[in-house]
């Protein structure tokens, strides 16, 4: 890895020379002032980003709607191709989350309550469990909402066999970017997980969404083809789910990430370490919606996600630090426990090597 190793609240990086000429040290906290301009959106870069997404998507569709007629696998084909268009939808309606795809906040909210049809997720309640997770990433006090099930190696030392066994099989790559899509996407989304009583809005923006997406279904399946569910539908929100999944895990299940308990967390150190920068190639960039610079996003997150490449461009220090290539990545999904004392993410293998600490 080529991230950047802190201990917190005292991490220091160094950035790119101000106007004056000299070298200056800035701090996480620094960062949000420096980023302030960055947050105002392009309402016609917007509107543009916007369709270059949604009609692909529709057309795509169409074809794969058309081809069941005559070959299936090239329907399924033309599903997959499709699942990248929608995991940039969902970054879509990511960024009207956070109020930063347009100005108006209620475009904002009905674009994203829209495609949270598509996506499968209620937009109220993402928004709301996400807000949580920006406001808790990294605190090891306040897990629970909005993350992955993460344990320290002295909370997994602790649990039974059975305990264990249920960690393990959660953060078996397999089991996680298989099963847990599909749950999560197309089970758990459709009740209010985590603000169950929280009010009646999460249980409507729930419910409704809910709604539409049966009819939506009933109309393919009735008005249509049945089996257009099964082989253009459920490949593309399948591959998606897992894509978006796989996106989620290594912006922050890194071996350099940070956590801490609450009273050494800081919102600021957190966001800029316990957040990767995940490079991508130019493709996969565009289609996760540049989310990989996810360091930044968490820094400033009005920042819509087109001009996160103008940050690292302008601000070349935020894109030496945190760096996690394509082919590190995989190596992420190994790890799975939190060693405190040595404040790295590490294998179920490198814990078992640790001794068991003991007292008198």
Same mark, same amino acid.
């Given at each position: 890895?080529?991230?950047?190793?802190?201990?917190?609240?005292?991490? *220091? *990086? =160094?950035? /790119?020379?101000?106007?004056a000429g000299a070298n200056s040290q800035m701090r996480p906290a620094d960062w949000n002032r420096k980023l302030v301009h960055y947050r105002e959106p392009n309402s016609l870069r917007s509107a543009w980003e916007l369709t270059v997404t949604l009609v692909p998507f529709l057309f795509i569709w169409t074809l794969a709607w058309l081809a069941l007629e005559v070959n299936t696998a090239l329907a399924i084909g033309l599903a997959v191709l499709n699942s990248g268009f929608l995991v940039r939808l969902f970054m879509i309606?990511? @960024?009207c989350g956070h109020g930063a795809f347009f100005r108006d906040r209620r475009l904002n909210n009905g674009i994203g309550r829209?495609?949270? !049809? !598509?996506?499968?997720?209620? %937009? /109220? &309640?993402?928004? =709301?469990?996400?807000?949580i997770h920006h406001a808790t990433t990294g605190n090891l /006090?306040?897990?629970?909402?909005?993350?992955?099930?993460?344990l320290t190696i002295a =909370? #997994?030392?602790?649990?039974?066999?059975?305990?264990? +066994?249920? %960690?393990?099989?959660?953060?078996?790559?397999? +089991?996680l970017f298989g099963v847990v899509p599909f749950f999560t996407f197309f089970l758990q989304n459709r009740i209010p997980v985590g603000l169950m009583r929280s009010g009646w809005g999460y249980w409507a923006s729930a419910m409704a969404t809910n709604v539409a997406i049966i009819a939506a279904l009933l109309t393919i399946a009735v008005v249509g083809r049945a089996d257009a569910i099964l082989f253009i539908f459920l490949p593309t929100m399948?591959?998606?789910?897992?894509?978006?999944?796989?996106? +989620? %895990?290594?912006?922050?299940q890194f071996e350099e990430t940070t956590w801490d308990d609450n009273s050494d967390w800081n919102i600021s150190e957190a966001a800029l370490h316990g957040s990767s920068y995940y490079v991508l190639p130019p493709v996969l960039n565009w289609f996760t919606g540049n989310i990989g610079v996810h360091h930044v996003h968490?820094?400033?997150?009005?920042?819509? $996600? #087109?001009?996160?490449? @103008? !940050?690292?461009?302008?601000?070349?220090?935020?894109?030496?630090?945190?760096?996690?290539?394509?082919?590190?990545? +995989?190596?992420?999904?190994?790890?799975?426990?939190?060693? =405190?004392?040595?404040?790295?993410? !590490?294998? $179920?293998?490198?814990?078992?090597?640790?001794? &068991?600490?003991?007292? @008198?």
């Open positions: 890895m080529h991230g950047h190793r802190q201990t917190a609240r005292t991490s *220091i *990086i =160094e950035t /790119d020379a101000p106007a309606q990511h @960024d829209a495609i949270s !049809v !598509v996506t499968l997720t209620p %937009y /109220d &309640v993402w928004r =709301e469990t996400h807000a /006090d306040r897990r629970g909402i909005g993350d992955l099930p993460t =909370e #997994y030392r602790s649990r039974g066999r059975l305990g264990r +066994f249920g %960690y393990r099989l959660v953060r078996n790559p397999l +089991f399948l591959l998606a789910a897992s894509a978006g999944m796989w996106m +989620f %895990y290594i912006q922050h968490h820094l400033a997150s009005r920042i819509p $996600f #087109y001009r996160l490449g @103008d !940050v690292l461009r302008d601000h070349p220090a935020l894109a030496a630090i945190q760096r996690v290539t394509l082919r590190e990545s +995989f190596r992420c999904a190994r790890l799975h426990l939190w060693n =405190e004392e040595e404040r790295r993410l !590490v294998t $179920f293998a490198e814990a078992n090597a640790r001794p &068991v600490m003991t007292t @008198d």
